[in-house]
């Protein structure tokens, strides 16, 4: 009875920490231009916020295991709570854009971690059958976390100011610190093979440069040259370690991944289709406040259709693909998912209520079929040997898609508005309406992986709860 009691805690735990990590991914959409003129900045050029944290994130994936594994999983999550709680402490300092975005980048490490420890710690705790139900209940707080991020967000920036946005994960840290000492099991450290940092140096570089790369063209006033040239070391740095994972007898993420398939297909499409859907969260509020006058709270509360027929359409994923397989549902939602971001270029400040709302529940429903169909398709066909592997590869891929999603949108948004010339509501909206349309078309251009999956692959409901539980979209 009592490790019984022990357990559910702990279940609670890991789903409060896996809480946190998403809802401070989604709540600072909607304070975004609060944060701007605080900070004496223009709202469209806030994207480094976002990015730095996801990138941040994406940059420790990798290593989580071999942490856990090597100072042991209460230490590392203990630890991650820690950097977590001081990160938001010091983005509620923040006196300038430079220091909120660094302080994201410590949130974003203690962020990284939340999660795959935290799953580590379920399944080394919770017998195998009992696995996949334990993930299901640590993923409906993740799901949540994005559900009352805007609004959350938008009531806190009109009640009080932008900085609680981040000291509301005080005390809730503060409780997460004490549950993880008292109730997560500690493990003796036990041997673990030396860390390929070479390997992991030239990943994070790699994410890294074209990340900056891409936020350059857009806020930080990076030239072409400069831009190009981080370009170059980006992409270099990522063949490097490719180069240098095919001769290392155990690399971070081995090439021989990429021979399954539904992987290889999975990660590469999960990446772009992401590139052009991930910026939605971000767009969509800026859009609402600056251009069309909206208050940060009723932008957040205009979020709400795309999370509650997001969680809707979850239910309607396993059926669909049973029934079409991936090939077809893939193909075919990843054009609505474009088209629906694309329709976003219509956007007027005389388009009805219902009409905004409809808009925005449709593009809610379609991008979380989209999501739970790339997560299972990529994870279904690993053994038990790659599905660790597998799965932090998929959570970085995720991570950087997200980052450099935003900042690709943050680019393309600075362009249109330097061609619509001069500055002014009726040419900032016109700025919007193109970036909603050709970030949709990118997403448009990713439908032609899926085609390259085998028309014979069809869902599980074990493989959908799976992808469920790792969704960080």
Known sequence: MQQEQS??????????GFFMQTLDATIVNTALPAMARSLGESPLQMQSVVVAYSLAMAMLIPASGW???????????????????????CCAMAQNLPQLVAARVVQGLGGALLLPVGRL????????????????FVAIPGLIGPLIGPTLGGWLVEAASWHWIFLINVPVGLVGCIATLRFMPGEPVTFVPRFDLAGYLMLAFGMVSLSLALDGLASMGLRQASVLVLMVFGLASLVAYWLHAARRADPLFSPRLFSVDTLRIGLLGNLFSRLGSSCMPFLIPLLLQVTMGYSPMQAGMMMLPVAIAGMSMKRFTTPLITRFGYRQVLVGNTLLVGLTMASFGLADPSQPLWARVLQLAVFGAVNSLQF???????????DHATASSGNSLLSMVQMVAMGMGVAAAGAVLAAFTAFFQPPGAAHTLSAFQATFACMGLMTVASAGIFWQLSPEDRASSKAATTADAADHG
Do not use: C, Y
């Open 372 to 382: 739970t169909a790339m997560n299972t398709v990529t994870l279904k066909d690993l």
């Open 67 to 89: 942490l856990a594994d090597r100072f042991g999983s209460r230490r590392v999550f203990f630890s991650a709570i820690v950097l977590f709680v001081l990160g938001s402490v």
């Open 7 to 16: 357990r559910k805690v702990l279940l609670w735990l890991v789903a409060i």
């Open 121 to 136: 710690v379920v399944l080394r705790t919770f017998p195998r059958e009992q696995f996949l139900q334990a993930m299901s």
